[in-house]
């Protein structure tokens, strides 16, 4: 999900749900310790709830950052073991990690012991060479033993070696009984299924099998499918926002954002699916993919991209 969770998309998001858990772009710990720590750690305090995605291997490396992202305020920090891009490989962190179970372990338990909020793990089914149940129980016992709190499974392999990133994420197919049986195995684990979950409908029938959901590109794509969710899964009965009301309560944001040099396309990707499959969608993302380019725009081009989709919703 890099450039999709950035701080504002993540601020987006948090203006369709109060409750959903909201992930950062995974950021390797080797930039957080020798970076920008605080400009990789920033973000709007109406985030929260909020995670902290990390990379890497190195287990001093992991440890320091994590207390970096404590420090910063964030409630749980993950570790990335499931993104299969070739330079996350080539870094020696992401999926090839569940290659090497132990040293990811140990990744695990020196963030433990380094911080006091939850340390949770991503990962995949499995990886080339990697590819069965038993592989994947051992590895979720072994983080278990090391101080996991949580683990969330894409439920798909990841395939290292001739697929890029997008495949990944399409070609292998998907295994939620693998999932479904790793938790009933280790019944006492919170495990979050990942992967072609398109819909809150999708989420809660896998709901009644695991402790959590996570969506990641339908949620970029169609991001209004989160509405519901404070209803629906949080026994949260405030009054559903509308889609005019979200874009509108992006404007001040977008104002204090832009005074402190953001660059308002950055903001505006985000916001693009709003109104996917609405009447307007396509004036909407035309307005804004053709004006927000142009010398001086602001707030005001959301507020005019606006004014071209009906108000009913």
């Not at 290659?99 to 995949?124: H, Y």
């Not at 969330?152 to 994420?169: M, T, Y």
């Not at 590109?217 to 404070?230: G, K, N, T």
Request: net charge neutral; glycine share 8%.
């Amino acid at each position: 999900m890099m450039e999709c969770t950035d701080r504002h998309g993540r601020y987006f998001l948090r203006q369709i749900s109060r409750n959903i858990l909201l992930y950062s772009e995974m950021i390797t710990a080797a930039a957080l310790v020798h970076g920008k720590r605080d400009d990789l750690l920033a973000y709007d305090a109406a985030e929260h709830p909020l995670a902290l995605q990390l990379g890497g291997s190195d287990p001093a490396e992991l440890a320091l950052a994590a207390k970096y992202g404590e420090a910063a305020g964030y409630g749980e920090i993950n570790l990335n073991v499931g993104c299969p891009s070739d330079r996350v490989k080539s870094g020696r962190f992401g999926a090839c990690l569940m290659a090497e179970p132990e040293l990811v372990a140990r990744c695990v338990a020196a963030m433990a012991a380094a911080v006091e909020i939850p340390v949770t793990v991503k990962c995949r089914t499995g990886i080339d060479g990697h590819d069965s149940f038993e592989l994947l129980r051992a590895f979720a016992g072994k983080m278990v033993e090391a101080g996991m709190a949580s683990l969330a499974v894409h439920s798909r392999i990841a395939i290292l070696e001739g697929l890029s990133p997008k495949q990944n994420r399409e070609i292998p197919p998907l295994n939620y009984a693998r999932v479904y049986r790793l938790k009933e195995e280790l019944p006492a684990l919170e495990i979050i299924l990942n992967g072609g979950v398109r819909s809150l409908g999708d989420a809660l029938a896998h709901l009644e099998r695991v402790d959590g959901v996570m969506i990641g590109r339908a949620a970029f794509d169609d991001p209004y499918i989160l509405a519901e969710a404070d209803a629906r899964l949080f026994s949260d009965s405030h009054a559903m926002v509308s889609r005019h009301d979200i874009a509108r309560a992006m404007l001040p944001y977008i104002e204090r954002a832009l005074s402190k040099g953001a660059r308002l396309n950055h903001i505006t990707r985000h916001m693009l699916g709003l109104f996917h499959a609405r009447p307007g969608a396509r004036a909407w993302r035309r307005y804004l993919s053709e004006n927000v380019p142009l010398a001086g725009a602001g707030p005001e081009t959301v507020e005019q991209a606006l004014a071209r989709v009906p108000e009913a919703d």
